[in-house]
């Protein structure tokens, strides 16, 4: 999701990084190369939310109707406190602070507050990578290539945390970073100094460190754009991007999801990517099953199965979806196609988002099984179930 913001969907289309950013062999390395410091514990992470205790899964789904279940696998970027808790009580399951978001729901509780207003806690998610993704006040942080250039990881791991403790102190709970992509695009490219490195073992141990520290402080990472937006032929804020063939990413692409997957307590964003040997005709990897199937069993790329939620990256503001479908239909293929959470950059189609979704469930494209996976996924994530 970029810097200015007109009142228009296209230029909000335009400005925002939503997650994706700008106009956005060697034995695979393990989390092991990166234990410099303990992992974070459960205890560091968000709470279920103030004054609501977690509950079994059971519980949680045993209150929710069918549309509440699909409100919260859906992620709606907002304009300001205002609209943010309109989109809570409407069944949003999060919402997005972008670039256009008012800056004053940064201060005063604003964010806490908003969370509240929904029957479950809400995810309150921004992209705080650092450099030219930045999106909070007083974050102050530099670009993860220069971060990988000038710090040690532990250095890295502290950065993460004192990013974490400020989007906590802030009321967010969800970090669309690190960007665990492999690149050696030039810096203000698509992906460019948005990655650590070109060497996927870098990559792997300065993400990996930066998340463990936003987990640190609080906050919940989530790594991106997986299956690897490092080497892609363009921009999916402009339209359609390629990057190599499934079976050149298993040998550096995927590596840093390979050991984001093995590191457990963090989710994964899915970029709008075409990829030979993987995705199928006329669909990018956001809304692809075979993608879906492939970062959820792992085996494909010799990964763990991940069992954490699978992001979608912006549906709304990027040609490479908007190009084929409206933001319902988006909505509905992602989750069909397997993804927990569908996020796009204004609330004013939540409910045709929601409806779309729905009739996917009456048709069985959704079944009830997968739904309540996908819920209790989102809601381990929150912390707002815990058996």
Known sequence: MQKFRN??????????????????????????????????????????????????????????????????????????????????????????????????????????????????????????????VSRVPGADLVSAREL????????????????????KSMGITVDFAPDADVSAQPDDSVIGDRSYSNDPAVVVKYSQAFAAGLRDGGVYPVFKHFPGHGSSSGDSHRGGVSVPPLNQLKQKDLIPFRAAVESGDAGVMVGHLTVPGLTEPGLPTSLSPATMRLLRDGAGYGAKRFDGPIFTDDLS???????????????????EAGADVALWISTDQLRAAIDAVEASVKAKRITAKQLDDSVLRVARAKHAVRC
């Open 148 to 167: 990988a250039k000038t710090k040690t990881v532990a250095q890295a791991r502290a950065e993460g945390a004192r990013i974490g403790k400020l989007l």
């Open 7 to 132: 009142l228009t969907i296209l230029t909000i289309a335009a400005a925002t990084v939503a997650a994706c950013g700008p106009s956005t062999p060697e034995a695979p390395p393990t989390t092991a190369t990166v234990a410099q410091a303990p992992s974070a514990t459960a205890s560091a992470a968000p709470s279920s939310g103030p004054g609501r205790p977690a509950t079994c899964g059971s519980d949680l789904l045993a209150t929710l109707s069918v549309r509440e279940k699909i409100g919260q696998l859906l992620m709606v970027g907002v304009t300001d406190a205002a609209d943010a808790r309109r989109a809570i009580q409407q069944g949003a399951g999060g919402v997005f602070i972008g670039s256009w978001t008012d800056r004053s729901v940064f201060s005063g509780g604003t964010l806490q507050s908003v969370a509240k207003a929904g029957k479950v806690p809400a995810m309150v998610s921004v992209d705080e990578e650092g450099g030219r």
């Open 317 to 335: 503001g990027m040609k490479a979806i908007t190009d084929r479908f409206s933001v319902p239909q988006a909505v509905a293929k992602s989750l």
